[in-house]
């Protein structure tokens, strides 16, 4: 039997419109949510560092993929009791696992057709620029003169937005008409001309109803300072969110004035757990960096919860996410072990 290999050329993609329906009817084929198309120009006002053409200047259309964080991902932690799931599951799996296999296979189809394709995800790690933007220092220097320092970043909830694929809510996270905050992001860059897909523009998702603000355990989210961008002549505001803060808190950390005996970090002595961590010290990393142990709970599950009762996402359930008084954790008292607790100590008899 002759060798056997993919079909090269197989489709047209002179014509822009068609093109488009192929790429998204491809993409959801693959494993994407949702998908949508922004032209290049959208990106024209994007700060050097985050701009697309300085990694493919010839690009003439981003694809925008969205992949659904499952509810029940958040399900263990919401009950207090299974908190890997999230951070391997909902995050770290997600970004690292599946979402690549999507992205590439969709870039693949289109390289199949002659032109060239850019699967982008999470790979941040070697970025320039730090969580605010500005540049490392002594971290890498440009290969030509005017160029952007390696690595370049795209801003992947920016790229959603620019994408068609929802809004970007007061929380700042990217939320989709679909699943609301519960969305991780992939992107292509290609230079094929798709056509694209109208800045999303249906049932208003993020109302300002400061329910993230309330929950996230850090208080990183202000209610009264805001950041105000133009986005493809869009004006679109977040909350400035204390990114530095997020960053201990959704690891489940409180930081101490003082230096603690025992830390909950052992590379930051002023920190202990917080209320909305169960673990005496910060479990270790899954796929690379999951480790949220504050399971979202102001950016994420607070903003689904709000959003699910006022019934604009399109994922519907049956029951509702919250089912229980919201649980926290008295560091105050010492917990005496299992043989204090009858029902634990039953399950160890069975
Ligand atoms: S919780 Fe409310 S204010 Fe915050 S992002 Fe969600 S909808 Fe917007
Ligand atoms: S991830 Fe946790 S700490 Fe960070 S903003 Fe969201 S709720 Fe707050």
């Not at 690549?100 to 870039?107: E, R």
Request: overall charge neutral; aromatic content about 10%.
């Amino acid at each position: 039997m002759a060798v056997m290999s993919r079909n090269f050329g197989e489709f047209d993609f002179s014509d822009p419109k068609k093109a488009a329906e192929l790429v998204k009817k491809q993409a959801l084929a693959f494993g994407a949510d949702a998908v949508g198309i922004g032209s290049i120009d959208r990106w024209n006002t994007a700060p050097l560092q985050m701009d697309p053409k300085q990694i493919m200047p010839e690009c003439k259309s981003i694809i925008g993929m969205v992949f659904r964080v499952e509810r029940g991902s958040l399900r263990g932690v919401e009950e207090g009791t299974y908190f890997s799931n999230y951070s391997a599951m909902g995050y770290g799996g997600i970004t690292y696992l599946y979402m690549p296999m999507t992205v590439i296979n969709l870039a693949k189809f289109i390289e199949d057709q002659g032109h060239e394709a850019v699967p982008y995800g999470h790979q941040s790690d070697w970025r320039g620029i730090d969580g605010v933007g500005k540049l490392w220092p002594k971290y890498s220097r440009p290969t030509r003169p005017g160029q952007a320092y390696p690595d370049v970043m795209i801003q992947l909830r920016i790229a959603a937005y620019l994408c068609g694929l929802g809004e970007i809510g007061y929380s700042k996270m990217f939320l989709s008409p679909q699943f609301g905050p519960r969305n991780r992001v992939g992107i292509i860059l290609t230079d094929v001309e798709l056509e694209p897909d109208p800045i999303y523009d249906g049932p208003q998702l993020c109302n300002k109803c400061m329910a993230c603000v309330r929950a996230c355990p850090g208080h990183c989210i202000p209610a009264d300072k805001t950041i105000k961008v133009n986005l493809a002549g869009h004006e679109v505001e977040w909350a400035d969110v204390n990114m530095d803060g997020c960053d201990m808190t959704f690891r489940g950390a409180q930081m101490t004035e003082k230096p603690e005996k025992d830390p909950y970090m052992e590379e930051f002595p002023n920190s202990k757990p917080g209320s909305w961590s169960p673990f005496y010290h910060k479990p270790r990393n899954l796929y690379n960096t999951g480790q949220a142990v504050c399971g979202a709970r102001g950016c994420t599950r607070a903003c689904m919860i709000s959003l699910e009762a006022r019934g604009v996402l399109q994922n519907k359930f049956k029951q509702k996410f919250r089912r229980r008084p919201e649980w926290s954790v008295d560091w105050s008292v010492e917990d005496k072990g299992p043989e204090s607790d009858a029902s634990t100590s039953k399950s160890k008899v069975d």
